[in-house]
């Protein structure tokens, strides 16, 4: 079981905006740390979407956005296109954990 | 460009040894933290081991502390993971990724393709 909670998938019809939650504790997103945002396309490696809850790589699309309030992070897609249909990961620091940083159980993106 | 090249995955009985390791090209590759992460096929993703820049800190997922050994050298580019006794359980792919943002808020901002280790008899 994953740290971070995630809903296994979300779906919508291309052009329509989505969000995938990921709610952690008191030990990470709660106590401040940052969250980011990775996306893994179908057999290829995961790709930093968003870093530092809200900020978006070089050549990474405005239609990717990112939030965090409290102890939960939202990322949300405006203008779902096909090519969006991937598996999504939050990732966190945990405080009551050794190392580096801790996932979300990831959450299916599918367009309809 | 940024590449980032691991090698030396493969099949292993259990109670085994591995040596994982990942090329780094394209950037100061001793100026930067570096992890591995792993992800049972088909499954999420989960952090394992991570080095600073000076070799001087190494940080381990409990899962795999005692048995896994991370360690890199600048000379050469190459970050390494020594995987040892190892289980059924850590069958996956292993991701090399280089770390941004500090202590306090780690990021993977370049992955490489994977390895993929099979635990089996």
């Known amino acids: 079981q994953s740290v971070l909670t995630q809903p296994p998938s979300v779906s919508g019809a291309p052009g329509q905006r989505v969000t995938i939650s990921c709610t952690g504790h008191s030990s990470n997103i709660g106590a401040g740390y940052d969250v980011h945002w990775y996306q893994q396309l179908p057999g290829t490696a995961p790709k930093l979407l968003i870093y530092?809850?809200?900020n978006r790589p070089s050549g990474v699309p405005d239609r990717f956005s990112g939030s965090k309030s409290g102890t939960s992070a939202s990322l949300a897609i405006t203008g779902l296109q096909a090519e969006d249909e991937a598996d999504y990961y939050c990732?966190?620091?945990?405080?009551?954990?050794?190392?580096?940083?801790?996932f979300g159980g990831g959450t299916k993106v599918t367009v309809l | 460009e940024v590449q980032l090249l691991e090698s030396g995955g493969g099949l292993v009985q259990p109670g085994g040894s591995l040596r994982l390791s990942c090329a780094a090209s394209g950037f100061t590759f001793r100026s930067y933290a570096m992890s591995w992460v792993r992800q049972v096929p088909g499954k999420g993703l989960e952090w394992v081991a991570g080095i600073s820049t000076g070799r001087d800190s190494t940080y381990y997922a409990d899962s795999v502390k005692g048995r896994f050994t991370i360690s890199r050298d600048n000379s050469k580019n190459t970050l390494y993971l020594q995987v040892n006794s190892l289980r059924a359980e850590d069958t996956a792919f292993y991701y090399c990724?280089?770390?941004?943002?500090?202590?306090?808020?780690?990021?993977?901002?370049?992955w490489g393709q994977g390895t993929l280790v099979t635990v089996s008899s």
């Open positions: 990724a280089r770390v941004l943002g500090g202590p306090y808020s780690p990021y993977f901002d370049y």
């Open positions: 530092g809850n809200n």
């Open positions: 990732q966190s620091y945990d405080s009551s954990l050794s190392g580096s940083g801790v």
